[in-house]
């Protein structure tokens, strides 16, 4: 196998299809095109002296501080999750983010990988005991019929899957229901689906 060379290997992120980022402490060391793209930039360039406190949304900045902090600590910190980033026009886009950490010559260098997360706004559901429902549950109930699975529901809310499963039985308990089969029984004989 013939190694590759750093100006292959920046030709690869260059032209990754993923927003790619790797950070040292809480600067950019690099940015791909993907990733300023999805952040309404048109270069990488243009974020090449932004900090994770410029991209990140307000509300999220200490959340990935403390992350980094972790791993700068060699504690434990997640390495899939999502966020919301500011755009440069002053969107908020979700992030999907892949997390990987390596030390070079001493220095922790955090890589991220990225998909934009496109979240859908819930429509009212007409269903039998959805008035009972959280928004939350009334959330959650609305992406098991869409097809997602809890996993995924988790993910794109950013909670654990086991605060999905809480959320389904509530659900379920509320709306007199056994399960997924029943709630596309209700669903399908409500004409939502």
Known sequence: MRPILDGQFRAVLDNAPDGVLVESGDCVAYVNGAY????????AS?????????????????RLRWFGRCRS???PAPTRYTFRA????GNVVTLDASISSARCDRELLIT??????????????ELPGTSRLSPREREVIHHLLGGKRS?????????S??????????????MALRGVGDLFRVAAEAGVI
């Open 151 to 159: 996993k995924e529901i988790a993910l794109l809310l950013d909670v």
């Open 46 to 62: 243009d974020l090449s002296a932004a900090t994770i406190g410029a991209i990140a949304h307000p509300d999220e900045v200490e």
């Open 112 to 125: 991220t990988i990225v998909r934009e997360v496109h979240v859908e706004q819930a429509p009212v559901l």
């Open 86 to 89: 500011c755009a440069r026009d």
């Open 36 to 43: 300023a793209r999805m952040l309404g930039y048109e270069r």
């Open 161 to 174: 899957e086991k605060t999905i499963w809480t959320h389904r039985a509530r659900a379920f308990q509320k």
């Open 73 to 75: 600590e060699g504690k």
